[in-house]
């Protein structure tokens, strides 16, 4: 079992600043890709930003120069440094892992609870 535990979530003002957090345990061999995403009430989930070991993070339009991802390998965490905060910033954020749970098995995608962002004057 893999675990994703994210932190970091509230109310803040527009402009304002939050710092996501996600800490990966369990069953993990190896980790390939983490990232973020969020789902806005009434809209479909969508892709925040993600980083794959070794590489360069990518993120959506939307949030570009104001979000910045960032990665522990060492204690399989991630990171959300979101800057400059929109009202339509605000949705559950959702913390996403893709690893090998052990030597052999292929990658698996795993989810966190979620996380509310509200921002709101």
């Known amino acids: 079992q893999v675990q994703l535990v994210e932190s970091g979530g509230g109310l803040v003002q527009p402009g304002g600043s939050l710092r996501l957090s996600c800490v990966a345990s369990?069953?993990?061999?190896?980790?390939?890709?983490m990232g973020w995403y969020r789902q806005a009430p009434g809209k479909q989930r969508e892709s925040v930003a993600g980083?794959?070991?070794?590489?360069?993070?990518n993120y959506a339009d939307s949030v570009k120069g104001r979000f910045t991802i960032s990665r522990d390998n060492a204690k399989n965490t991630v990171y959300l440094q979101m800057n400059s905060l929109k009202p339509e910033d605000t949705a559950v954020y959702y913390c996403?892992?893709?690893?090998?749970?052990?030597?052999?098995?292929?990658?698996?995608?795993?989810w966190g609870q979620g996380t509310q962002v509200t921002v709101s004057s």
């Open positions: 980083i794959i070991s070794g590489g360069k993070p």
């Open positions: 369990g069953s993990i061999f190896s980790s390939y890709a």
């Open positions: 996403n892992a893709v690893v090998v749970v052990r030597a052999g098995a292929q990658l698996s995608s795993h």
